[in-house]
C-alpha cells in the first residue's frame, strides 16, 4: 500500500506552491531546534542532537526549515522522487543547499539512520497502514530530548471529507479530472461541495488530490490519539493547533468535550518528546536568548511593527517598536538575576511565544 501512496505523490506533488512562495525567517519561529530544545529541556541541544528529520517532507517544508536552522544539518525523507525534485529546487532557489534529500520510506529502518533532535513529521502517519508502527518508528530516531512535531487529521476536522474520499474510491474515481467534472455538475451545497470546502483544498489539482483521491487516510478522535501516543514512550509536551490550551492534559479535556458535543475540533498539532527534562523557566541561575529567528526583525532598522503567525496555537503579540527594543536585549543570553522585577513580568508573554529561549 505505501507504493499506491507513493505514486499517489508522484502524480501529484504536494504541496504545490509556486517556486518563488518565499518566507520570512520570523515565520519560522516554531521550527528552531534550539528553541524547541531549549523549551522542553532547559538546555541548548548537544551536539549529537544538532540534526533534523523532515518525516515525510512534501515538496515544501525543507525550504522554511533550513531558514529557521542556517548551519544545522536536515534531512527530507519522502516516499516520493517528485517530491524531492521539487522540495529542492525550492529550496535551491532560495539559497539554501545544506539539506540532505532522500528517498525511502520511514518505516525502513535503513532511511534516515541515526538520531535527531527535532523530528517533523506535519500530516504523514495517518497516511500509514499501521500509525502506531510509524509513530514508533519515528520514536526510534529521536535522540534523547528530541522533539517530534506531529499533525494528525482530527475526526471532527475530516469527518466529512474522509466520508467523500471513500465514497469517491468506491465509485472508482482516481483521477482529478472526473473529480472536478463531477464537482462542476454537483448542486450547490451537495456533500461533494461541502467536503471541498471543508478540506480547504479547492484550489488546485494536487490540494484536491491530496483530500479527496488520496489511497489511504486514517481520522483519529482525541482519545484515539491518546491511547496511540501512551503505547510509545513518547511525553505530550504542548498540542500547537488554533487555540490550544498549553498544558496537554486540560487540552484533552477540552477536545474531548468539544467532539462530545459536535462543536469544531482542528486537526490535531501535538508537540511529543523523548525523554525531556523540562524548561527551566525564569530560573535563578538560566540564562534568556532571543529565538534566533527573529533577530533580524525586529532590528534597529525595522520601523514597521512586526506581526508574526501563531504557530503555538496561541495568538502572537504583535511588536512594536518599544517591544523589538525589550527584545534586542536578548541579542546575547542575558542572566535572569540580571532582570528587573518588571522586565520579569514583561519578558513573560515572550517566552509563553517562543520569542524568548530560557535555558540553562
Not at 31 to 53: E, K, Q, V
Not at 133 to 148: D, K, M, V
Not at 199 to 226: Q, Y
Request: glycine letters at 10%; aromatic letters at 8%.
Amino acid at each position: 500500500m505505501n507504493d499506491q501512496v507513493r505514486l499517489h505523490y508522484e502524480t501529484w506533488v504536494y504541496p504545490r506552491y509556486p517556486l518563488a512562495a518565499s518566507v520570512r525567517r520570523s515565520d519560522t519561529y516554531a521550527l528552531s531546534l534550539d528553541a524547541l530544545y531549549a523549551r522542553f529541556n532547559g538546555t541548548l541541544p548537544p551536539a549529537a542532537a544538532r540534526r533534523i528529520l523532515l518525516a515525510g517532507c512534501g515538496s515544501f517544508s525543507p525550504y522554511p526549515t533550513a531558514v529557521a536552522n542556517p548551519g544545522v544539518p536536515v534531512t527530507a525523507l519522502d516516499l516520493s522522487a517528485a517530491n524531492l525534485r521539487r522540495a529542492r529546487l525550492h529550496a535551491w532557489m532560495h539559497g539554501r543547499f545544506g539539506i540532505s534529500f532522500e528517498q525511502g520510506d520511514l518505516m525502513d529502518p535503513a532511511a534516515a539512520q541515526g538520531e535527531y533532535g527535532f523530528i517533523d513529521s506535519f500530516g504523514v502517519i495517518h497516511h500509514l497502514a499501521d500509525p502506531l508502527a510509524g509513530l514508533r518508528a519515528l520514536e526510534r530516531r529521536l535522540a534523547p530530548g528530541g522533539i517530534l512535531r506531529l499533525m494528525v487529521y482530527s475526526r471532527g476536522a475530516r469527518r466529512v471529507v474522509e466520508s467523500a474520499r471513500r465514497a469517491l474510491r468506491f465509485a472508482g474515481v482516481r483521477d482529478v479530472a472526473r473529480l472536478k467534472d463531477l464537482l462542476r455538475r454537483s448542486p450547490p451545497g451537495s456533500r461533494l461541495s461541502h467536503a471541498v470546502e471543508a478540506s480547504g483544498e479547492g484550489g488546485g489539482d494536487a490540494g484536491l488530490a491530496d483530500a479527496l483521491l488520496h489511497p489511504r487516510a486514517r481520522i483519529f478522535s482525541i482519545d484515539e490519539l491518546m491511547a496511540m501516543v501512551g503505547e510509545t514512550g513518547l511525553v505530550p509536551l504542548r498540542f500547537a493547533h488554533s487555540r490550544a490550551l498549553a498544558e496537554p492534559g486540560a487540552e484533552v479535556v477540552r477536545l474531548r468535550g468539544l467532539e462530545q458535543a459536535g462543536e469544531p475540533v482542528p486537526n490535531f498539532v501535538l508537540y511529543l518528546g523523548r525523554e525531556p527534562r523540562g524548561g527551566c523557566g525564569l530560573a535563578p541561575d538560566a540564562l534568556l536568548m532571543l529565538n534566533p529567528a527573529l533577530r533580524h526583525d525586529v532590528g534597529v532598522l525595522r520601523l514597521a511593527p512586526l506581526a508574526v503567525p501563531p504557530r503555538l496555537g496561541l495568538k502572537n503579540p504583535v511588536l512594536g517598536f518599544a517591544d523589538r527594543r525589550f527584545l534586542r536585549r536578548f541579542s546575547t543570553p542575558l542572566p535572569v538575576s540580571a532582570l528587573t522585577p518588571t522586565d520579569r513580568e514583561r519578558v513573560g508573554p515572550f517566552l509563553d511565544a517562543l520569542f524568548v529561549i530560557p535555558f540553562r
